[in-house]
């Protein structure tokens, strides 16, 4: 990748092969005069992942490229693990990413519909009653290399068959008793045609539809019926249903109803990073994190209060690509899009994280003035602020060493070092505690270097970040740090679960960060730069009485060096 501009990486991608496969259908004529119209299709059973986030950019983006549109539709089949809660996050998920749906559907919309068609299927001796357990069902499947074996229920007569489904619906049996299952070919070399389950008996209350209904049917039966009461022309997917493709076109085929195109293309995996529902259920249930929306989750709910922003999300995502093989994307690359979108919109501020007093013996006591300094160095239109400056300030403690290791330019005892946009100042002498460590550092100032320059022209080598001690504002600081040790989570020894790679050290809480006084007034939304630490932002359990900020990033950009080796 050569141009990582977020701005610009969309317009000089060249075509994938979605596009190209809309394209070529849009140019014979393929839908006639149907215009594209594609749908994501969450199921509503936990909060999307930055994995969502790709199928969303494709569905609603290739849709919009070929002025088609969108629906959100929500595969709400299984009543036992989806609630309401899902359905509200990923409504706004979706729009914080930047996208509008055309309409708003369920699969439960459908229900009827779809056990109208299921009658249609017994009838035409396609489906029938199965008497057999789930793990009876299993053991008669076969395996890869052996044919699957007839249940000896197969053969029902279509009459005994309409019977038991309607009692099915009607509640005359117990969960589990029996299913309906579509009559194909137990013999098929894809196990997913081997008379696949299409309802089962489930008396749980669904979300939607309440107690209405006593069986549900299967994703399988519902999704591609759905696509196509849609009249979904392109129906976008993960490359895990490429096997289940052929059974959604069985029952549109023997249905008779508008067939729907199904493509798939790769999950996005992340190194590092775990992208499954059911795994980050688990790590929200075991309060591994603290919810949906920990800073530390991929969810798009935890990006964001992290920090991230949907435009570099939305250009990473474009960045990664799509192709017909699954693979992995650093890390690196997605924080470096966040980084580059960052620094071109974080306003600059100063903050000092683990404060050392700074006393100037030579400025005088009570006296205060302020610095102008500017706001973005990207961006003039950011303006400027007013900074105070007084005797008293805070530095961080990595600033100053009283025995330097070589090298070392900051400030020591004699060194004299730049106060950012105020003075020149050196360190003259320490002060200790009982346990020998420096609490204070005492130093003059040269009053001819203010706004950071000396007029003799003397040069110093370090410039570093400070806060005035009597007007900071006192913070707690939010440090995090990947969730997984490995690269790849799922890298295991036998009998390990990925928690056994969770980072113990994600989370840091720093409670004395010292603020400069402007960022008492940051919004949800802002983004800051504090100089020479990091990117952060507020976080929403601050109060009126305690401010407390993220960190989305550290400043450093690891993915530009591997990006160059790459190149070397
Ligand atoms: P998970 O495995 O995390 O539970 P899922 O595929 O079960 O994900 P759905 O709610 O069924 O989640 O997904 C909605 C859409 O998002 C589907 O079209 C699915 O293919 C797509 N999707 C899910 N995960 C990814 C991913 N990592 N990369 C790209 N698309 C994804
Ligand atoms: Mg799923």
Not at 327 to 351: P, V, Y
């Amino acid at each position: 990748m050569t141009n990582s501009n977020p701005e610009t990486q969309e317009a000089h991608t060249p075509s994938n092969f979605l596009q190209d496969i809309i394209a070529e259908d849009v140019r014979t004529g393929k839908f006639g005069e149907a215009v594209i119209q594609t749908r994501f299709p969450p199921e509503p059973n936990g909060y999307l992942h930055i994995g969502h986030a790709k199928a969303i950019c494709l569905d609603f983006g290739l849709a919009d490229e070929f002025g088609g549109k969108t629906n959100l539709r929500f595969d709400d089949t299984n009543p036992e693990k989806e609630e309401q809660e899902y359905v509200d996050s990923i409504q706004k998920n979706v729009r914080w990413l930047g996208f509008e749906w055309d309409r708003l559907c369920y699969a439960s919309d459908y229900f009827g519909q779809l056990f109208e068609w299921a009658l249609q299927l017994i009838k035409a001796g396609k489906a029938y009653v199965d008497d057999l357990s789930a793990d009876e069902i299993r053991q008669h499947r076969g395996t890869l290399t052996e044919p699957g074996t007839d249940s000896p229920y197969r053969n029902r007569s279509v009459e005994e068959n309409l019977d038991l489904f309607v009692r099915m619906k009607k509640g005359e049996f117990p969960d589990g008793s029996r299913v309906l299952r579509a009559k194909i070919d137990m013999a098929s070399p894809n196990l997913n045609m081997r008379d696949p389950v299409m309802y089962r008996i489930l008396h749980a209350t669904h979300h939607r539809t309440g107690d209405e209904w006593c069986i549900y049917p299967m994703y399988d039966y519902a999704h591609g019926q759905s696509d196509s009461i849609e009249r979904v022309t392109h129906s976008m997917c993960t490359l895990e249903f490429a096997d289940h493709q052929p059974l959604y076109r069985w029952y549109i085929e023997q249905l008779g109803i508008f067939p729907s195109q199904q493509i798939e293309f790769d999950r996005l995996n992340i190194t590092y990073t775990v992208l499954s529902k059911r795994k980050l259920i688990q790590f929200v249930q075991e309060k591994i994190v603290n919810g949906w929306d920990d800073p530390r989750m991929p969810t798009l709910s935890g990006f964001r209060r992290r920090g991230f922003t949907a435009e570099a999300i939305r250009a990473f995502v474009a960045a990664a690509g799509v192709s017909r093989s699954n693979g992995s994307t650093d890390i690196e690359m997605l924080e470096h899009f966040q980084r580059d979108d960052l620094n071109r919109r974080a306003r600059r501020a100063m903050a000092v994280l683990h404060p050392l007093k700074l006393v100037i013996d030579n400025y005088p006591e009570g006296q205060e003035e302020f610095v102008e300094v500017a706001n973005n160095p990207e961006d003039a239109s950011a303006g400027t602020r007013q900074v105070p400056f007084s005797r008293e300030l805070y530095i961080e403690q990595d600033d100053f060493r009283e025995v330097p290791p070589p090298k070392y330019y900051r400030l020591s005892p004699g060194k004299e070092v730049r106060l950012r946009n105020a003075y020149f100042v050196t360190a003259q002498s320490v002060v200790k505690d009982e346990g020998g460590n420096v609490v204070e550092v005492q130093c003059t100032y040269d009053p001819a270097s203010r706004g950071g320059n000396s007029p003799d022209g003397r040069k110093v080598k370090s410039t570093m970040h400070w806060v005035s001690a009597a007007h900071a504002i006192t913070a707690e600081i939010r440090l995090y740090d990947k969730l997984f040790t490995k690269a790849d989570p799922y890298d295991l020894e036998e009998g390990q679960d990925v928690l056994s790679n969770l980072n113990p050290n994600s989370l840091e809480v720093l409670t004395g960060a010292k603020l400069e006084p402007s960022l008492a007034s940051a919004k949800l939304e802002d983004r800051f730069q504090f100089e020479r630490v990091g990117y952060f932002c507020l976080d929403p359990d601050s109060t009126s009485e305690k401010l407390v900020f993220n960190r989305t990033l550290p400043l450093k950009d690891s993915w530009a060096k591997i990006e160059k080796k790459a190149g070397a």
